[in-house]
């Protein structure tokens, strides 16, 4: 039993043994193999890889390395300028007297044009192509495209200089240019802005001249730049900052870009927005009504100016001569010169004002007060005369520059004495620039104190010896419009920048030249010279007068200097005049000067018409309200 159930067990035992163990050998003998078989398998699959990745580097270093250059040619990146947008100028109801529009330059390269052409003849005999037939239809092509711009024989001309390089037109229509360049893609172009001048001439004296310079060494800098006027002082604010971007170009031409693939490294900072005092349309008509009387008086030119009579501001500032902007053929130096600001005169009589208001602040004389006044007197070594031949007569301070006697002009001036005179003229303004901003300004000249000869002082009362301009010539009657207190001119206004800020010029520094009841009292005095009245009680400028108003205001004839004698010409003057519309509340002051008129002729012989029609036209579009009362009439000579 025991030996049986020994046995069960270990049949038992043995039952969970399912092979025998030679077996279980070969089994882990087979199981060996099969491992190292995936091993090798896995090693020639690599192997192959390596020899295609091989093969592939090779098939692109040797066979695709020059279109896979290409494609990368085609398409690469460039990095290009933004161009500030220039502010624009605008006058005070924002009425846009120059502003900028985006343009572009066409170039080509014609080194390269050659080369290319050249090498495409030659592989390509057969299709009567080369560098003739091809800038023949581009010459044809872009001159039909801008026939306003250039002409089929001016771009062939171009197309065939011997230089490397040639701009072949400007100022193309963006439009335009990318028709051009799509159809011949050797031609470059390059972004650009003009400058327009709506007006013309409008203004063109005082907003100036911008156009494209690429004088600056650093080609960020290459953009709209003035040359002359506010264009050119005010530049700083209106050029703005230029930015930097990177785009992707196509078929290895940097003109074609690939849009959607700019990066604006730095953006551009707009140009500041320039606002004048002007009114444009008072700019226009003041210049027309100048250029038609300066025609009518046969003048050699004539300047004017149109201010408020309590601020200073600029209304209209013209020169007969001007130039358009827009016009390359006006651009001579004889036309860019702004003339009310940069070209003074010897003004006549219009000056007296000095004396009148000196005398009646010091209390030398009242309007009503009486002076014994000869036809002459004589001032060290020379004799001055009035304009008209008469003995001693009595006249009244106010008959006295009413009548625009330069012996009772004198007569005073010798009371007040030359070093009040000189205070007071100093206080006008006389022989300082206004500093209203705008290029090449003129102090005018008032000889200094030490250098005064005997006779000196009978010549500065009455307007000569001294020069002004005719900013300078208004400013003074300003004063006295604006009960004593001179405000020194200003043509801008404002600059406006590019986030809509708008920043206020700084206000002028005032000065009390006298005080508010010597200047009215003045401009009373200064009524009679438009007195119409049987003589000897009429003024010099009754043509002045504007119905229903009251005018205060001053002729004047300076003598010019005869360019041959060097001595003051019998013929040449400056024809002068300055007034006060209207005298009982001021608004607006009017200075006019004609340079060398025939004094003949009765447009000639005064500026008081003139004066008269620029009052009309102001009163009328600014409905001035009348005056309460005529001005009166007043005794001038006394029988």
């Not at 004889?334 to 219009?350: A, H, I, K, W």
Request: zero cysteines.
């Amino acid at each position: 039993m025991a030996a049986g159930g020994q046995r069960r067990t270990q049949a038992a035992g043995s039952a969970r043994r399912t092979y025998a163990a030679g077996t279980r050998r070969a089994v882990a003998k087979r199981g060996n193999g099969g491992q190292r078989s995936r091993f090798s398998a896995v090693r020639i699959l690599l192997v192959a890889l390596m020899v295609v990745a091989g093969v592939k580097l090779v098939q692109v270093q040797w066979f695709e390395a020059p279109s896979l250059s290409a494609a990368a040619e085609r398409q690469r990146t460039l990095t290009i300028d933004i161009p500030a947008q220039r502010g624009s100028i605008v006058d005070r109801d924002g009425n846009k007297l120059a502003f900028s529009v985006e343009t572009r330059t066409l170039s080509v390269n014609l080194k390269a044009l050659h080369k290319s052409m050249d090498d495409y003849a030659k592989k390509n005999p057969q299709k009567g192509r080369n560098f003739e037939t091809e800038v023949t239809g581009a010459a044809r092509y872009i001159a039909a495209k801008l026939p306003n711009l250039t002409t089929e024989p001016e771009q062939l001309a171009l197309l065939h200089k011997p230089q490397s390089f040639t701009y072949l037109v400007h100022d193309v229509e963006p439009s335009v240019a990318a028709d051009i360049v799509k159809k011949y893609p050797w031609i470059s172009v390059e972004k650009r802005a003009k400058r327009e001048y709506p007006g013309d001439t409008l203004a063109s004296n005082i907003v100036g001249l911008a156009n494209w310079r690429m004088d600056d060494p650093e080609v960020s800098k290459h953009n709209l730049h003035g040359v002359i006027g506010l264009e050119k002082t005010r530049d700083g604010a209106l050029a703005g900052t230029p930015g930097r971007e990177i785009v992707n170009t196509q078929n290895g031409n940097d003109n074609l870009y690939l849009p959607g693939t700019e990066h604006v490294l730095q953006s551009a900072v707009a140009g500041s927005d320039l606002e004048l005092t002007l009114d444009s349309d008072v700019q226009y008509e003041l210049q027309r009504q100048l250029s038609d009387y300066v025609a009518q008086s046969n003048a050699k030119g004539g300047q004017a100016v149109i201010m408020d009579a309590k601020t200073g501001e600029v209304y209209g500032l013209a020169d007969a001569k001007t130039f358009n902007p827009n016009d390359p053929a006006t651009l001579q130096d004889e036309l860019l010169n702004d003339r009310p600001v940069t070209t003074p005169y010897e003004p006549g009589s219009v000056n007296k004002v000095v004396t009148a208001t000196a005398a009646i602040d010091s209390g030398i004389a009242s309007p009503t007060s009486t002076l014994q006044v000869p036809g002459s007197i004589k001032i060290a070594d020379r004799t001055v005369h009035d304009a008209w031949v008469h003995g001693t007569q009595t006249f009244t301070t106010t008959g006295v520059f009413a009548k625009s006697s330069n012996v009772g002009t004198l007569e005073l001036a010798q009371q007040i004495g030359p070093d009040r005179y000189l205070d007071t003229l100093k206080k006008f303004g006389i022989g300082q620039k206004t500093g209203i901003g705008l290029p090449g300004e003129s102090a005018g000249f008032v000889p200094p104190r030490n250098q005064w000869s005997a006779s000196t002082f009978g010549n500065l009362p009455i307007g000569q010896g001294l020069s002004m301009t005719v900013l300078q010539m208004a400013g003074m009657y300003q004063a006295i419009a604006n009960d004593g207190l001179r405000v020194p001119p200003r043509i801008v206004k404002a600059e406006k920048k590019p986030d809509g800020t708008v920043v206020p010029e700084p206000a002028p520094k005032p000065e009390q030249v006298v005080s508010p009841q010597t200047a009215k009292t003045v401009r009373d005095m200064l009524r009679a010279v438009m007195q119409n009245a049987k003589s000897p009680n009429a003024g010099t400028a009754p043509s002045a007068a504007l119905e229903g108003y009251q005018i205060s205001g001053k002729t004047g004839t300076g003598q010019q200097i005869d360019p041959r004698t060097k001595a003051y010409s019998q013929s040449l003057a400056n024809i002068t005049f300055a007034g006060i519309l209207p005298a009982d509340q001021p608004r607006f002051v009017v200075g006019i000067r004609l340079d060398a008129p025939d004094t003949t002729l009765p447009a000639g012989h005064s500026a008081g018409p003139l004066f008269h029609s620029i009052a009309s036209y102001l009163a009328q579009r600014y409905q001035i309200p009348v005056s309460g009362a005529a001005s009166p009439v007043v005794p001038l000579v006394l029988p």
